[in-house]
């Protein structure tokens, strides 16, 4: 069973530019949220997608959004970039929505390391 | 709000000898879930090991187990016989069930880098 991939890997992006990253969970995981972590803050929440619908969302600016397609692949973009975004974002996913049911673990992709310069 | 604290931002273990990484959390949710993750360098998030606020036992996986202490609000993680491999970011986080008004996503401590020496 393949894992979580999120592609790209690395990026370099200049300022003011855009973004998109993606994500194609588990076979059958209708679940997919984003996490941003950097060394400052950590681990934050970006955005929580099931079934196309966005359930969840962090408190980042509107610079931050999200969609999910049919086959549950989720994309994020991140418009007008500042060097603060530079970060790992990191994509996870689970067959149902965080906190329908405690005890489902949420897997987890390598990650995209953006670097805005 | 949930919160989780991991208050030991590094450690170091000798090979083959046992370690604890401390997590504590506070929430008002009556019902929710403890993870454990390990990050190593390439970035993917492994999960560990889980516990549930209602489980009576402790959790174990292996060579993880989970010290869980209600009353305290605690968590900690014990990883005995530690082994090169180990190395790598560990984080505790939380997870609430979403009829208890819960915050619907994984609420991640700050992490404690263990290295193990040789």
């Known amino acids: 069973k393949a894992g979580v991939t999120q592609t790209p890997r690395y990026l370099i992006k200049t300022r003011g530019q855009q973004v998109t990253l993606s994500c194609s969970p588990i076979?059958?995981?209708?679940?997919v949220s984003w996490y941003q972590q950097t060394p400052g803050q950590g681990l934050q929440f970006l955005f929580e997608?099931?079934?196309?619908?966005?359930?969840n969302k962090g408190n980042f600016p509107g610079r931050f959004s999200g969609r999910q397609f049919s086959n549950s692949r989720s994309e994020m973009n991140v418009s007008t970039l500042e060097l603060g975004d530079s970060a790992l974002y990191l994509c996870?996913?689970?067959?149902?929505?965080?906190?329908?049911?405690?005890?489902?673990?949420?897997?987890f992709g390598q990650g995209t390391r953006l670097t805005v310069v | 709000a949930q919160k989780i604290t991991q208050t030991q931002p590094g450690m170091f273990v000798q090979e083959k000898e046992a370690v604890t990484l401390d997590c504590t959390y506070d929430?008002?949710?009556?019902?929710?879930?403890l993870f454990w993750y390990k990050q190593p360098s390439s970035g993917e998030m492994i999960f560990l090991i889980y516990?549930?606020?209602?489980?009576?036992q402790n959790a174990t996986e292996g060579r993880y187990s989970l010290n869980f202490q209600k009353a305290r609000k605690s968590a900690n993680l014990v990883i005995s016989a530690s082994q090169l491999g180990d190395s790598a970011m560990y984080f505790c986080?939380?997870?609430?069930?979403?009829?208890?008004?819960?915050?619907?996503?994984?609420?991640f401590g700050k992490g404690t880098k263990l290295t193990v020496n040789p």
């Open positions: 996870a996913s689970s067959p149902t929505p965080t906190g329908a049911i405690l005890n489902t673990e949420a897997f």
């Open positions: 076979s059958g995981h209708r679940s």
């Open positions: 997608y099931f079934s196309e619908t966005q359930r």
């Open positions: 929430t008002s949710d009556p019902s929710y879930g």
């Open positions: 516990q549930g606020s209602y489980d009576q």
């Open positions: 986080a939380m997870s609430s069930l979403i009829t208890q008004g819960g915050s619907e996503k994984l609420v």
